[in-house]
C-alpha cells in the first residue's frame, strides 16, 4: 500500500511573471523536486498537490506545471470562486485536465454563510456531474454547520474537511484548547458523504515529537467518521514552523495507536478511494 501524503504545497519565489498576492508560512520556495526530495527521504510515495490560494489565489498554473513534470508522484487540487457565475465551466475545463483530482473552496469572509447559496452549491452539483470531491476548508460553529447543510442538500457529492475542521496555527505554540470545537467536527460523520483530512493534527499538540497528546481526540473522529474516511496529510509547509516534515510523518508511523492495517488505511488507503487517484510505482 503506497503512503500517501493528503495535502502539501508548492510554490516558487515571488516574481512579476507569477506574483504572490500574500505571504504564507513556509520557506521561500518549495518547488516539484524540493518536495520529492523531503517526500523521499521518509517513504512517502505520493501526495496530493493543494495550489496555494494564500498566494495565489485562482491561479493554479505553478501547481499544473509541477504536476505535469511529475505525474507519477502528485495529484493536483485547485481552488476554485463561489462568486463567480461561470465556475460550472472552470470546473468543466479543470475535470478534463490530466492528474487533477479535487477542487476547493475555501470559505473565506467573502463567501456566504448561507448553505442555500447558489454559487456554493453549483460547485457542488458541477463537481458530483465529473465525480470530483470537493475540498471545504471552513471552521467554526457556523461554517461547520454550514457543511453539514449542504452535503445534505448534495448527497451525491463528495465533501473532504480540510485540516479537521479546526483552528491550526502558523506559529508555535499551539492553541490552549486546539480540540474545543471537535464536537462539531463529530456531528459531520452522520453524512456519509463526508470525509476528513487529519492533516495538519501534529501542530494542535501542546507535546514534543511523537505527539502522544493528539491520540485521543483523533481517536474519537477515527471511531465517528471510520478510517476509510479519514486520511492523513502534513499540510506541508505551512506546518515548517512547527516540525519537521519527517516528524509530520513518523509521528503516526511510530504510535502504537494504529494498526499495520489501520496506518496503510489512513495514510493511503483510504485516499486511493476517495479521490481515485494512487502514484505510480517506479519501474
Not at 146 to 171: C, F, S
Amino acid at each position: 500500500m503506497p503512503t500517501i501524503d493528503a495535502q502539501v504545497h508548492c510554490y516558487e519565489r515571488n516574481h512579476p511573471g507569477r506574483p504572490w498576492t500574500a505571504v504564507l508560512a513556509g520557506p521561500p520556495e518549495v518547488t516539484g523536486p524540493d518536495m520529492i526530495k523531503a517526500m523521499d527521504e521518509v517513504g512517502v510515495d505520493g501526495a496530493l498537490l493543494v495550489s496555494v490560494y494564500t498566494m495565489y489565489r485562482w491561479d493554479e498554473s505553478y501547481a499544473v506545471a509541477v504536476q505535469q513534470a511529475h505525474p507519477d508522484r502528485f495529484g493536483v487540487i485547485k481552488p476554485v470562486d463561489a462568486n463567480d457565475p461561470k465556475v460550472a465551466d472552470t470546473i468543466a475545463d479543470w475535470a478534463a485536465l490530466p492528474g487533477t483530482v479535487a477542487i476547493r473552496i475555501m470559505m473565506t469572509p467573502e463567501i456566504s454563510n448561507d448553505a442555500a447559496d447558489p454559487g456554493i452549491n453549483r460547485i457542488l452539483a458541477a463537481a458530483a456531474g465529473h465525480d470530483l470531491p470537493v475540498n471545504m476548508l471552513g471552521r467554526g460553529p457556523e461554517r461547520l454547520g454550514q457543511i453539514g447543510q449542504l452535503a445534505k442538500r448534495n448527497p451525491d457529492t463528495q465533501i473532504v474537511l480540510d485540516h479537521l475542521g479546526l483552528e491550526q496555527p502558523m506559529m508555535p505554540p499551539a492553541p490552549a484548547e486546539p480540540w474545543h470545537e471537535l464536537p462539531l467536527v463529530l456531528a459531520l460523520a452522520e453524512n456519509r458523504n463526508v470525509a476528513i483530512k487529519i492533516t495538519g493534527a501534529c501542530t494542535l499538540s501542546h507535546e514534543k515529537f511523537p505527539y502522544k497528546d493528539i491520540w485521543a481526540p483523533l481517536g474519537r473522529i477515527f471511531d465517528a467518521f471510520g478510517l476509510e474516511r479519514c486520511m492523513w496529510g502534513t499540510d506541508w509547509t505551512r506546518a515548517v514552523n512547527l516540525l519537521t516534515y519527517k516528524e509530520g510523518v513518523e509521528a503516526f508511523r511510530v504510535t502504537d495507536r494504529l494498526s499495520d492495517s489501520d496506518r496503510a488505511i489512513l495514510m493511503g488507503g483510504s485516499l486511493q478511494k476517495i479521490y481515485g487517484w494512487s502514484p505510480k510505482k517506479k519501474a
